[in-house]
């Protein structure tokens, strides 16, 4: 996170819980159950004591994962009457791209690995495990093991190879009596406690987000979860013919610790406030690169209309909870009354403060040129404008944290089409474009038709000179150039001999040839029968018997030799 450690640890501090509870599950709501989950006389069962059972149950909604969480739940897991209990359970926090609906493997791969039938596993996810069945060529250690894995954003794995901990308890979980899990996760640390001790039986060192070490001392990576959310629940598997087991969740409490402070969604119940047309997601951060232009809108609470006065401030150092945040009408994350050393206002419709900027009535969007942020920068921004007027309301809107980093210089993987006829577009694709760079074709700006980080599209200049250039400029000086209508050149040729009757295929290679590029052999008209960057396939026209002169052009003109035999 960007914040400084004392600001997180004052949002810690205060932040409040989300929070959910099943004490029972006679209602299922907010559940997505699959495969064979389904409540069962006050119970979620997962699978029923049969063969090749799996079920999987995921809370329905993603929920904050990467600042901490605290869940317990009550289970118990029934051997068969005739055969062997078998394969286990597990309580699994995934940002699958499947969300509520992901699966993995069944039988041994315990519904979030790879398993029997060869699952991907479930990825971004890690799994706490507890296995009663000891696989000896997946390396488990015993047939009651508490063990924890990850594969880090790949789908994960059942293999103890891939577990970042793990432990044997001293009671049997799986005795058909009821247990208790409790799983705590502190940023840099996961504990798992048995039965409500006091003392967890695995305490691990690892971060949902910087990841940590396998049980191995390998790197083991962090999940991957760029938003901080992740899907919860439960799955379980039973094996083939008498390997089965009767595996129930019967209550469940689960507790995270939100990504961001209350403070960051002010109190209309609607983001108002935007920094380069993002509020920066479920964790409010933007992230801009120094010199790019950036915007500041400023729209009017739908409670208000358009009109709207505003004071919009701005923070160097975030502070939830300090004084001066708490203003009656709503909370700011940064002191404004007063304003702290660390405090700007940007700009005032009351008339207040001395402001840097005019503040026009809401919706204003506030147009920062280019370089006006040269250095790395941190800053938070919140305004405080009227809710309604009738009766009159005043309120705080969202805040969003803006991050200034300088960008890596831009690079140009392609160019494409290299030539073409006027006006038709033209993409370069690379990375690292930065909003407010410059195009120039031969050193003279050229306006794009569309721009990304990635891709840039322009239209093809008239009378473009052979030999050309492009080039990307980024606002802080650092660019990147490619070759444009650059003039052909032939490399080699295939069947470079034929009938004089035509109708002969003709292969050359080389190197700037492009959609549209023809050939005359012998002064004829060649048929173009397919064109990439490298290799031009042609069909000879009849010509005279001897070698034939062949000029390739491209369409922007610029021209390429070699010969042709007829015979």
Known sequence: MMRNPLAALALAATAAAQSFSYPDFSSTAQLSLLGNAAPSGGALRLTASSSNQTGWAWRQAA????????????????????????????????????????????????????????????????????????????????????????????GNHENEQWSIARNTPATVLSNGLVHTLRVRYVPGTIEVFVDGAATPAISRAYDLTAGGLYASGGAAPGLGLASG??????????????????????????????????????????????????TGGPLREVHLSTWQPFSIDVASPSGFGPGAPYVLF????????????????????????????????????????????????????????????????????????????????IGVSNAVDVDFQPAPAPSILSVSPLSAAAGQPITVHGSSFVPGHVLLVNGAPVTATSASATDIVFAYPAGLACGSTVAVVNPDGLGASSALNPTPTVTGTLLGSGSAAGNQIFLVQGTGFAAGTTATIGGAAATTLSVSATVLSLRTPPGTPGQQPVVITTPGGCQATTTYTYL
């Open 314 to 393: 701005l923070s160097l150092l975030p502070q939830p909870g300090a004084l001066g945040t708490q203003l009656g009408f709503g909370e700011t994350c940064f002191p404004v009354l007063p304003t702290g050393a660390t405090e700007l206002v940007l700009a005032d419709g009351f008339g207040l403060f001395p402001a840097l900027l005019p503040a026009p009535p809401a919706p204003y969007s506030f147009a920062l040129p280019a370089g006006l942020v040269t250095f790395p920068l941190q800053m938070t921004l919140q305004a405080v404008t009227i809710a309604s007027l009738s009766p009159l309301l």
């Open 63 to 154: 929920v904050p994962v990467m600042h901490g969480f605290d869940t317990t739940f009550t289970f118990r897991i029934t051997p068969p009457t005739v055969g062997t209990k078998a394969e286990g359970m597990a309580f699994v926090v995934h940002g699958d791209p499947n969300g509520a609906a992901a699966t993995g493997g069944t039988v041994w791969g315990m519904g979030y690995g790879n398993g029997a039938n060869g699952a991907v596993g479930l990825r971004n996810s890690l799994a706490v495990e507890l296995d009663t069945y000891q696989d000896g060529f997946l390396g488990d250690t015993s047939a009651n093991e508490l063990t924890i894995h990850t594969r880090g954003a790949q």
């Open 229 to 278: 959310l992740a899907w919860v629940g439960f799955c379980a598997t039973t094996g083939a013919g008498t390997l089965t087991e009767l595996v129930e969740i019967l209550s469940w409490d689960f507790t995270s610790t939100p990504l961001t402070h209350p403070c960051y969604a002010g109190s209309f119940g609607e983001d108002v406030l935007r920094v380069e047309g993002s």
